[in-house]
């Protein structure tokens, strides 16, 4: 059999590349869509953006470096963290008024059942070990002001999906 | 390559011409050896077809990555998996027709990696650099596979060969094999990651063609070689040695036909003898040692390429000199020479480099000399320009390089001319020699 140009085969290919963005679209919206609560996480000052699939804000956390609790002070244990956000009273006032900014209070390596820990991938940046929590990046439309946003000078409005997922909803400016 | 197929398309008219063969005979000669070729089926309007649905999927994938934030984002992923679905089934109705079919095929190569930008930028997506890659090519290759046209298949081969390059010299993401600083050496699946991938690329390229996946794998394991990875080397000795074999695997298994000589394999085969001799000025190895000693790992890599080169140089074919001429022996040598002259540097001192300094340039200057003769024995004009551009580069190179005075420098120019003039007239007495022979 000529494999080569076989309609037959090319339609399967092309229905299981769909069923791929599909099942992947469908997953991504069903694991956001919780009702966990709102927060805010600050961001610190790392280089703004690049061009790259589309024009985006790079941002840095000040949780991408946890402390507190069980969290390691200076790990070569690269991996998978769960990391524990709380409100200890931290505040910053956006158009919306004051809001509460999270911080990182502990650590674990297992993920625990109770709410309010998220998901982390420790890698190795330039200063060191780095907690990615996979929302480094908020894409704006090019023409989007925010885009000459600097990490600091925003906050990073996110919630906790059903996999531990940090899911970044939007970016607030600080007054 | 193109340049052999005019020639051959020259020569074939002429016979025509001189009415040796018909004009119908020659053009079937000639189609019968095009359809060897990779690109056979790429005539101009293909290649434009191809260009066309190169610029309307960057385009895409621009206006895309533009982001349309006023539109709803369940409207986007609907939007596009249609478009996809359109797009891929247009270029499977379209398949008879390279006109639709080329620029349809090039869009839907595209359409994953256009997938990914999209949902990274609906869901504020962030990660692994690598893997957006990854995906595109393990989405990409089953179609690029099945295509009847090998373009797609390029692209994907390419796209492989990139994210092998770009993720194992990074020292983050799943593909990493070059250490962190101050971190844990990666972890062993990396390399298995990193292989596979490999696998891909040389098993997705079109046709029987070897030379460029070979070369792109061998350049590639030369480089983890360098870097500061699990087979990382660095005394020179070792260096040299799986530089020298790598190279005399490239040339002996990347050839791509069995009458002709391997281009490029052989150009870096030359390129890395001529860089040795440079090892006249070798000042030890203290430069290379300040990053540690060599792995284990690369260690026996690099005996293992250098058994390979060895038993390759010995039971195959030498593609140094043209194949089935009556300097198979001298090629040979030359082949196993190269790698052996590593083994002066194992006790790397300024006497030893400069051995294997003057054992390139005596490789350079026979490979020259051989090539001359072969060529004029064979009437090819392009293998003996090949041995004069060798020696003559060599003996330029070593005037400048090691004479330094003008007067022992043009003295040594002289010299090297007349030499060059007695062996121009011994050729040429040679060719008549043969000629006159053949008459009789």
Known sequence: MNWKGNAGYLRLVLGAQLLFFAAWGGWLVVSRNTDSPEFHLATEPVDPRDLFSGTYVALNYEISSPRGGRCPRRTRDLGRLFVKLEDKGKKAVTKDGEVSVYEATDCHTNPPQEPGWAKADMTYRFGGPVAMYGIERFYLNENDPRKDAKSGSVLAKVKIDRNHNLVLLDLVEKF | ???????????????????????????????????????????????????????????????????????????????????????????????????????????????????????????????????????????????????????????????????????????????????????????????????????????????????????????????????DTAIKLRSSGLILLSGMSLAVLWLTYGSERDDERASLPLKVWLGAVYFTTFFWHYGGDELVNHSGPDTSAGGALAWLLFAGGLLSVVFRPQRLLPAGSRDETAGKVMLAASMLCSFFLFDANEATAKAVAITANLLLAAFGTVSIISGARDSSEKQINLGVAVLTLTAVTRFIDIFGTMLKSGMAFIVTGVAFGALAYFVNKGRKALIESVKK
């Open chain 2, 1 to 227: 390559m193109a340049s052999y197929y005019k020639k051959f398309k020259a020569d074939l008219d002429a016979s025509a011409g001189a009415g040796i063969i018909t004009p119908e005979q020659a053009a079937a000669v000639y189609e019968r050896a095009l359809a060897g070729s990779p690109f056979a089926s790429f005539r101009a309007a293909h290649w434009i077809g191809a260009a066309a649905g190169l610029f309307v999927a960057l385009g895409i994938i621009l206006i895309v990555a533009s982001n349309w934030d006023k539109i709803d984002s369940y409207t986007k992923l609907f939007a596009f998996l249609l478009l996809f679905a359109g797009m891929g089934e247009a270029a499977i109705r379209l398949d008879e027709k390279p006109a639709a079919a080329v620029p349809l095929e090039m869009i839907w190569f595209f359409m994953p990696i256009l997938g990914i930008g999209l949902y990274a930028q609906i869901f504020n997506l962030s990660g692994d650099p690598v893997k957006p890659y990854l995906v595109w090519a393990a989405l990409a290759s089953p179609a690029a596979l099945l295509s009847r046209r090998p373009f797609a298949a390029y692209l994907c081969s390419a796209l492989l060969f990139f994210t092998l390059y770009y993720g194992t010299l990074s020292s983050n993401g799943m593909l990493a094999l070059t250490a962190a600083r101050a971190a844990d050496p990666q972890p062993l699946w990396h390399w298995g990651l990193a292989l596979a991938v490999l696998a891909g690329g040389a098993a997705v390229f079109p046709g029987r063609k070897l030379s460029l996946p070979l070369g792109a794998s061998v350049i590639w394991l030369f480089i983890m070689m360098l870097a």
